[in-house]
């Protein structure tokens, strides 16, 4: 069970841009917002998980199909937002089945990350696949992009690489992904897994019998070790870096994730500077907090 964090009082809203956008009604591109009489999202979005939970399950018995999807959705959301991730896979799993690519899409994404966090990599993977596969543009991105994370620490380096290649054509108006993508691919493409490899404690992968192999630095720092922050824009001029540290202020002290950071990067030989805000142990915590920080923002590897 993941451990509770400041992280887990900000609503986990979407956990791809509209953070693989686990609400219709954050995402322009979103079907319309279901009515909802018992106010199980608005209980969501103010972060009463344990009320959202209890006003979703019943929710699901509306005789409205795509009611019940929905309210199944927020209470597998908030049961994983209570720590309960037993429950919310017993709520989100089913949706896999959904007609609704979208909803599927986005219940894939998050058991996805979930099963990332408790490194589960090849369920990971699969999960993240089909999200890829269901959703589209910044949100698709994002599912490819955590995909190939999962496959590249189990090994499949060339898989992982295909992952990379497909969220940055999926990629529309996220630059943080289209920048992550890109600096994945510049890693390299690994030869594939040998068979009967296993995954390390820290991730990698190594055939039987061999001693752990340390990956390529910028392996390492973007792929799958913490800690981990939120990244809400990089910028060659430190006033307009100082300029958005000064926009997400409030909000970064609203969710108790402390003063906004700005450091200097090196992405493409170029230096950038960074706003980065808290510090997370785990991901799936840092994408709870980055739904609250706007759709541009992405969890990043802490920079040193």
Sequence with gaps: MLAPTAARTAALLVLFACALGALPAGCASAP?????????????????YSDALRSAAAATASPSARE???????????????NRTQEADRWLRPLLESNDRQLS???AATLGL???????????????????????????????LYAGDSLRATGERDQATAMYQRAARMVQSDDAVRRLANERLAGGS?????AGATTTTSGTSTPPGSPPRTPPRTVVQNVSQGPWTVQVGAFTDVRRANEQAARVRS??????????????????GRTLHAVQVGTFNSRVSA???????????????LTR
């Design 287 to 301: 994408d709870r907090a980055r739904t609250s920080l706007g759709s541009s923002a992405v969890v990043t590897s």
């Design 190 to 194: 690994p030869a594939p897994r040998p």
């Design 68 to 82: 019940r999807e929905q309210a199944s959705l927020i209470a597998g959301l908030s049961a994983h937002a209570l």
């Design 32 to 48: 319309a917002r279901v009515e909802n009489p018992v106010g199980y999202v608005a209980l969501y979005e103010s972060g009463r």
């Design 105 to 107: 899409g986005r219940a």
């Design 251 to 268: 909000t970064a002290a609203r969710l108790g994730l402390g003063e906004p950071r700005v450091r200097a990067i090196t992405s493409s």
């Design 114 to 144: 979930i099963a990332q966090e408790q490194k589960l990599h090849q369920q990971a993977a699969r999960l993240l696949t089909q999200a890829s596969g269901k959703l589209t543009g910044d949100e698709g991105a994002r599912a490819s």
